[in-house]
């Protein structure tokens, strides 16, 4: 039977309204409080993104409207060369960046774990280049890596006897050099996280099991590796989407006239294709589509990992 | 309970880092240019240079200036900025109540800034930027039709302007949506101690003499060469190629070339550069430095060394020289010519002033201006008129062996598609240069690309 206005009890509305007036009082103050953030939330990143999923569906060139185009700007990226390049690329960085990022943090942390003097100033020394600009840390690394007769790393092979590797213009050595770069500047603020895990770990564990006899690889491999499982998951899906956005030292050491790659596009990764096409081609439509594209795989990779997380706890 | 605690939260972890997620990646969206695009003009600057002078005077009459602001943003360093605001100075006290403020803007910010100007329908009156932006931020409606809108102005540009560089902001059908500002154009330096040392006499003028040259100063114990400018892309190539008498397109842009017998010839040459005479593949050396050093006594650049290296490097004074880079098998020495175009916003509410600025800046007055404030910071701004180089402030061998250079040097083609080309061009080359690809099948392959995006 549908409700008319007619047969609603008039304490009923009444007592409706004093309970919103109710809920006002109570929840009032923290709506106003928390409406200037949530303001600009909605202006700044909800309305782009949910606006950039419409861009992805148009041929939107930044200046005129583009015209809906259905799934073309999708279908074309599995034929687009450049892109598949990128996605392989960007996946052998993932790859290699988090894993070592992660076991290079754990073993950092391991060592320094120890509250000595000596610790804190690794730590500390270990810690630096977290801090320091990324564009500070790639101009380190370009003046580390070149061919130029100051170029630290080849210095270091002559002495050994090897000859110079032109390291920025061998396609095989771009996505190694992205790594290193990476983990020198992050491997400290993994460590650091790593140590707040390790710090939460209860010493009567390891004390009773080297009691009982466990060594300390067994000690490290069965009861502190569990224990710091969150804050592995936490490293790695962080690690996780900050690596696939990677842009920042791709554009600082292999952009070029024209060029956004490297050589032979071996340093091209997905956020830098995104910004070629977006800003320097003006294909903002397709750019949208890969933006959507990158954020459903760090989207399935994140719920993967959390998945893995969950059945071993 | 215990399951419907567990499904929330289950749903709460999903949609926080839904959330998360998209915010970090809205970021890379919402905070976040280069190429080109002109027929390949190579020309003889002679015509120009005749018509300049009587041109150029009459340059004044044009749009009718009316009092307002306007605001350019100018795409280089500051000191660019200054020296183009010496030439708006100079036009404000000309035209009482109108102020034209130049805002340096970065090469590497300015594509993005400049879309996302045109997007919002608010910023600047004008921008200068790379050649091939008029046409690029033009054909989307950004920029003004100046041909359409005032062709005076165009005719006037057309006369004055070298011919190479004019050909490269206009469309196919007629269309200019900014003319250059200034220009940079591919030149040779040598350093004269060092060549005389190795016994080499004249100054490389050919491919032949070139390597020559190179394996002579290597014999000495240099590194040979350097290409700065460029280095291993179709920018460094582009003077080779057309030296063998090649061309990417035809004149009309109805037929891929870039797969010819000479460019495959020239792709040969151009690599053997690389993989024979050792020229660096790394493009984070600084070349100048070994300019100076004397580590690449032979460098190819563009032309703002010929004031600019002294300063920065004042150990090679009295040391060295410019001359235009070699000639091909054709005889040609084509040079990439490059620089800045200016063009008008169409959101601008002072479109006739600004086309009053632009007539302005081609006249004598303002060019010469341009040239001395560049001179006095070290910089060198050519403006793109040809008869002006002789009024530049550098000692008279280099403005010799840049005029000579300008008489023979092209910009980059206008030709539909070719800046969706160039990244497969830039590497087909490298793999030429890195991975001894076969020049005849890598051009093949560019070729198939070119004339995909030229339907």
Known sequence: MAISESNVRPDLTKRTLNARVALFRRMGAGYIMIAPFLILFLVFAVWPIINSLYLSFTDFNGVKSGEFIGTKNYERMWGDERFIKALT???????????????????????????????????????????????????????????????????????????????FSSPEWSIPILVIISLWGGM??????????????????????????????????????????????????????????????????????????????????????????????????????????LFGIIFIMTMINLRLGRENK | MFKLTRLSTRKWTGLTSFVTLVMLFSLVLTACGDSTATTPATTTASAAATTAASAATTAAAGPKVTPGNLTVWAVGSEDDAKVFQSAADAFNKANPGVKVTIQPVSWDDAHAKDLAAATSGQGPDMITGGLSWGIEFGTKGAMVDLAQKYPDVVKNVQKLAQPGIYNSVKTLDGKVYGVPADLTVMMMYYRTDLLKEAGIDKIPSTWDELTTAITKLQAKGSKGMASSWGNTSWLGWYGFLYGAGGSLYDAQCTKVNINSPEAVKSLQFYSELYTKYKTPTDSTIDFEGGFEKGDYP?????????????????????????????AGPSGKKTAFIGGRMIGIMNFSKNQDTAAAFINYLYTDEAATMTSTKAAELSALWLPPRVDMVSKLQVPDDRKAALTAQLSDAGGPPNCKGWEESQNTADKKIQEVILNKADPQKALDEVAVVMNQNLK
């Open chain 1, 188 to 293: 400290g603020g993994t460590m650091i996280i790593f140590l707040a895990g390790l710090q939460s770990i209860s010493g009567d564990m390891t004390e009773a099991a080297a009691i009982d006899g466990a060594t300390s690889v067994q000690r490290f491999w069965y009861i502190i590796l569990p224990l710091l499982k969150p804050t592995t998951i936490y490293i790695v899906i962080t690690g996780l989407i900050g690596a696939f956005q990677v842009f920042d030292m791709v554009y600082l050491i292999y952009s070029t006239v024209g060029n956004i790659g490297g050589p032979l596009d071996s340093a091209l990764t997905i956020v830098p294709y995104l910004y070629d096409r977006g800003f320097t081609r003006f294909q903002l439509g397709y750019a949208s589509s890969i933006a959507w594209v």
């Open chain 2, 298 to 326: 032979i460098l190819m650049q563009g032309n703002w060394d010929i004031t600019g290296l002294e300063s920065g490097h004042p150990g090679v004074k009295g040391k060295w020289a410019a001359a235009p880079i070699p």
């Open chain 1, 89 to 167: 690329n960007t996946a052998s960085y993932v790859v290699l960046i988090v894993s070592l990022n992660t076991i290079c943090g754990l073993a950092l942390a391991m060592a320094l774990r120890a509250p000595t003097a000596l610790n804190q100033i690794c730590r500390a020394l270990f810690f630096l280049p977290a801090v320091t600009s990324t564009v500070a840390v790639t101009v380190l690394w370009r003046t580390i890596f070149t061919s130029a007769d100051y170029g630290l790393a080849n210095t270091i092979l002559h002495f050994f006897g090897i000859k110079t590797i032109v390291f």
